[in-house]
């Protein structure tokens, strides 16, 4: 009898362990779906069963129609935007801008970054090691059979590039923008502390 139910245990045992080996191997499971320098999440975007994210729609300050977006974006700037895309490396127009100031999202106008966190990455985009607070939702994007990190506005939702966990000190972070995802907004560089105090 004894005999019996041990049997009997290493079944349950060995079926549970098999049913959870088999989860891993489920389409769309991912095992590691959230890196851990994650600065916002998304509101409304849970996770679901199979470790994949849902957006519930309208969870953004600026929403448009695609048809809207496009109208407004023109076909380059919607494509990156709005389809995800990516600009070809060492072309975008603000890879070399070097003023003072703030870049805002090109769907929205959302501050994103300011001039004074960008850096010359050498890898073609316009790279910052920091993005306001608030700024941007990142979420893990596992497309071209890559694990990167996208960047979203978190005012409109555009897409605007990705970052990465190679960059300068002191945050070690990477955003790598697409220049069309950003504009420039110049602004007039505030005066030292000890010209303020004359
Ligand atoms: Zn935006």
Known sequence: ??????????????????ASSALL????HHPNP?????????????LNAHGEYSVTPKVFKVEHSEASWKKMLGPARFEILRKAG???????????EHGYGVFVCAACGQPLFKSTTKFDSGTGWPSFWKALPG??????DDSLGMERTEVIC???????????????NPTGLRYCMNS???????????????????
């Not at 191997?25 to 769309?28: A, D, I, Q, T, V």
């Not at 990516?86 to 070399?96: I, P, V």
């Not at 007039?188 to 502390?193: R, T």
């Open 1 to 18: 009898m004894i005999f019996m139910r041990t049997i009997f245990l290493a079944i349950i045992a060995s079926s549970a362990a098999l």
């Open 25 to 28: 191997f489920l389409p769309g």
């Open 34 to 46: 959230a890196p851990t320098h994650l600065v916002n999440t998304l509101k409304g975007e849970k």
């Open 86 to 96: 990516t600009e070809e490396a060492f072309t975008g127009k603000l890879l070399n």
């Open 135 to 140: 700024a941007v939702i990142e979420r893990p």
């Open 154 to 168: 978190s005012r409109c939702g555009s897409h605007l590039g990705h970052v990465f966990d190679d960059g300068p």
């Open 180 to 198: 069309l995802a950003l504009k420039f907004h110049p602004e007039k560089k505030p005066h030292s502390v000890k010209q303020a105090k004359r």
